[in-house]
């Protein structure tokens, strides 16, 4: 399971590069897709070299929008192929929720009932028609994430179906 998110939160890299231009992107706009793409195929082959069999991966929050998927595209082209997209939903609410409990110990400055709407939007705008771009591929798997006990038997279900 890779995290585009956690390796973006994580600005202390030891590439002083990533860490200045991440902290100067994470209140709001989107770090530069090279950048991220560059953390994924970077984590990938650190995984694949320590161990051949672990070649198959998951990555969390990614793409995000067109940008995301055309660079994708364009750097990781014939060196790796996607699978699925597994998209969780629940309602608005919840998501609020669940971000603001959250904030209450992440020390993250954008759980904020503010920046929430802010993301909602931008997810709306740029992330749902790249759910619906692969819907139309028939590569999109489906999570009621709104249940908490159920959610992994799901998860564990289409991973055992697609390999």
């Given amino acids: 399971n890779l995290s585009a998110g956690e390796l973006l939160d994580e600005r202390k890299n030891p590439d002083p590069q990533y860490g200045e231009l991440i902290e100067k992107y994470i209140k709001g706009k989107m770090v530069p897709v090279e950048t991220t793409i560059s953390l994924l195929k970077s ?8 161990n051949a069999q672990k070649n198959k991966f998951l990555i969390d929050r990614f793409p995000r929008n067109q940008d995301n998927l055309q660079g994708w595209k364009k750097i ?6 996607v ?3 597994l998209f969780f939903y629940c309602n608005r609410e919840i998501c609020i929720e ?9 020390g993250r ?4 009932r503010e920046s929430l709407e802010k993301r909602i939007q931008t997810y ?9 771009l692969h819907e139309e591929m028939q590569k999109v798997k489906k999570i009621d994430d709104s249940k908490s006990v159920e959610v992994f ?3 564990d279900k289409i991973f055992d179906k697609e390999g």
């Fill in 109 to 112: 400055s954008d759980d904020n």
């Fill in 76 to 81: 990781m082209d014939g060196k790796a192929d």
């Fill in 153 to 155: 038997d799901e998860i």
């Fill in 43 to 50: 984590e990938m082959d650190q995984t694949m070299a320590a």
């Fill in 83 to 85: 699978s699925f997209i």
């Fill in 98 to 106: 669940r971000c603001l409990e959250r904030g209450k110990s992440s």
């Fill in 124 to 132: 709306l705008q740029s992330t749902k028609p790249i759910i619906y």
